[in-house]
């Protein structure tokens, strides 16, 4: 079965220091991977996704991600962060044709002034 | 832009009710999911449905039904509401089809159960 391992709860980084968000990813067949962000009160915003061609994927607010197959890995990335990146980030891997996702627990990301 | 509405961002309600929650989207998309929202779980499938009157248990469907009578609209019914029900649930859409389907959220419902 599917499944997607996010190991770090919570991640606090300085405003202009740079983030990496770890996502390892369980599937059979070649994943759709995706990167969603929660702002407090607020739903899910897709901010990238993966499905085939080149691993390095560029998404909205900066970010981009990483696919590495041998790793089973999407780790996200941004050079610089800013205070209004402070969100819950959840990696999901796409299932059923990528008709259906299964998330990752998510990371709480806390940006310091 | 694609919009997905849920009826209520707070509901209270006592044990035993029966608990609707409504969500409406207007991209005439064809896939709809109802998500339940746990600190440290993450994101879990409640019910999937990817038609209208059709519908598929997702991880965590026990407690809870569905409901599609229209394309647009796809309610989650709680018979008989309990605390361990307390949570925020999200609703989402996609198109249907092979691919990587983006899903599209709602803002969320936060049920309390007293």
């Known amino acids: 079965a599917q499944s997607v391992t996010q190991p770090d709860i919570h991640i606090t980084v300085s405003e202009g220091a740079s983030l990496e968000l770890r996502c390892n990813y369980s599937?059979?067949?070649?994943?759709?991977l995706f990167w969603y962000v929660q702002s407090p009160g607020q739903g899910l915003q897709l901010l990238l996704k993966?499905?085939?061609?080149?691993?390095l994927v560029q998404g909205i607010k900066g970010f981009e991600a990483e696919f590495k197959r041998s790793q089973s890995s999407f780790n996200l990335r941004k050079p610089s962060v800013h205070w209004s990146d402070a969100a819950e980030y959840f990696c999901?891997?796409?299932?059923?044709?990528?008709?259906?996702?299964?998330f990752g627990t998510g990371t709480q990301l806390k940006v310091e002034l | 832009d694609v919009k997905v509405t849920q009826s209520s961002r707070y509901l209270v309600k006592r044990t035993g009710e029966k608990v609707f929650l409504e969500c409406v989207q207007d991209?005439?998309?064809?896939?709809m999911f109802w998500y339940r929202q746990d600190p440290g779980l993450g994101l879990r499938l409640i019910y999937f449905?990817?038609?209208?009157?059709?519908?598929e248990k997702g991880d965590i469907p026990e407690g809870y039904s569905v409901s599609r009578e229209k394309k647009e609209r796809f309610s989650l019914i709680l018979e008989s509401a309990s605390t361990n029900q307390t949570s925020m649930y999200l609703c989402?859409?996609?198109?249907f089809g092979q691919g990587a389907k983006e899903q599209y959220f709602g803002p969320g419902t936060r049920l309390t159960v007293t």
């Open positions: 989402a859409s996609s198109s």
């Open positions: 599937y059979g067949a070649t994943p759709y």
């Open positions: 993966y499905f085939s061609g080149d691993t």
């Open positions: 999901a891997v796409g299932t059923g044709g990528g008709n259906k996702l299964t």
């Open positions: 991209m005439d998309h064809e896939n």
């Open positions: 449905s990817y038609d209208v009157k059709m519908k």
